[in-house]
């Protein structure tokens, strides 16, 4: 016989042994509960019993063992398509986060609590999608995470599992065409919202210069007062300056009186009202020779004529020689009296 085929047939024999060996389990007498795991052994298909980690009986034959996993796992939902509340194809997968916190329920009031739970978690991302926008699934994906928990754990519940949490992993346009549509309404709301901050600026470079206006307008008004209580103080206390020196000259003018009074009385006797009238005339006399000297001393082109009215031929009265009124009226009569000299002599002519 070929020695190829007698080796092909060798091969073949173990390859059927080793399938037999896989295929047929092992049967003993006990059992290993893993730490985080919980079982449940039924005795003929019925009466459930509790195993607790470790090592447990399991008679074959008569006893069937339910392991389940205590600990939290979690669950990939693939890209699922879908549409949101503006009527947007997305596509997006998450991955479900449970625990199972009532073994007996998970095993026997749900035939397959892993597939459930998978469909459960599909529905409840078609059906909470579609009460977001595109743009509050992009902007707050946190608030459709916790919609999504709330909605598969009241769904769950009943079968003793706890939704821990649900994570959005990838959304996007289920198409090209559907993401450059979005694209350019993303641009369009980029150049509002431009728009709205370049108007807001103007309105504040506006609010500014207007408060710049106020500002500086209060600024005229309060320093225009300022200058007016200024000048109302300046004034015034002009005029009490006036006033005392006006009453400090009366004071010092009857001080003089009373010195001159004093002069001209007899000695050891006080002086009366003729030796004050006569020291008054004598100061007002005193008085009217200090005006002429600056009349003098001035760089006036007016002339003046001093000299008593007898001199004059016009008869003179006692304190009246230096009277400069009185010299302004001679000079104007002389005047008058050339002009008309100059008349008659023209008439005459």
């Known amino acids: 016989m070929n020695p190829l085929i007698l080796r092909r047939s060798a091969l073949r024999a ?7 060996s896989a295929v047929v389990p092992r049967r003993t007498f006990l059992t290993i509960i893993e730490q ?12 459930p019993v509790r195993l607790s980690p470790g090592l447990n009986i399991n008679i074959p034959l008569y006893h069937a063992v339910h392991k389940i996993d205590l600990r939290e796992s979690s669950i990939s939902i693939p890209n699922l398509p879908g549409y949101t509340a503006d009527n947007v194809p997305v596509a997006c997968s998450g991955s479900l986060f449970y625990r199972i916190t009532d073994g007996y329920k998970a095993c026997f009031e749900v035939s397959d609590v892993q597939t459930n739970i998978r469909n459960t978690g599909t529905s409840a991302v078609r059906s909470v ?12 994906r946190n608030e459709l995470n916790k919609r999504l928990n709330t909605v598969i754990g009241n769904s769950i519940a009943n079968w003793g599992v706890e939704c821990t949490r649900f994570e959005i992993q990838t959304f996007q346009p289920a198409n090209r065409e559907v993401e450059r549509q979005l694209e350019l309404q993303m641009e369009a709301e980029r150049n509002r919202r431009k728009q709205l901050l370049d108007t807001q600026a103007q309105i504040n470079v506006a609010e500014g210069q207007k408060q710049r206006v106020i500002l500086e307008s209060e600024g005229h008004l309060a320093a225009k007062s300022n200058e007016a209580d200024a000048a109302f103080k300046t004034v015034v206390r002009e005029a009490e300056a006036r006033k005392q020196q006006a009453l400090m000259e009366a004071s010092a003018l009857a001080q003089q009186i009373d010195a001159l009074a004093e002069a001209v009385a007899a000695p050891g006797s006080a002086p009366g009202p003729a030796e004050r009238k006569q020291a008054l005339t004598a100061l007002i006399e005193l008085r009217r020779l200090e005006q002429l000297r600056a009349i003098a001393a001035g760089t006036g082109n007016s002339t003046y004529f001093f000299g008593d009215r007898a001199a004059m031929g016009l008869g003179s009265t006692a304190g009246e020689a230096y009277n400069v009124d009185y010299a302004e009226q001679v000079k104007g009569g002389l005047v008058r009296k050339g002009r008309v000299d100059s008349g008659v002599a023209q008439a005459a002519i």
């Not at 795991?37 to 009466?47: A, H, N, Q, T, V």
């Not at 999608?129 to 707050?140: E, K, M, R, S």
């Open 14 to 20: 173990a390859s059927r042994t080793r399938v037999s």
């Open 129 to 140: 999608l579609g009460h977001f926008t595109y743009d509050q699934v992009i902007g707050d």
């Open 36 to 47: 985080g795991k919980e079982g449940w052994r039924l005795s003929l298909g019925r009466d």
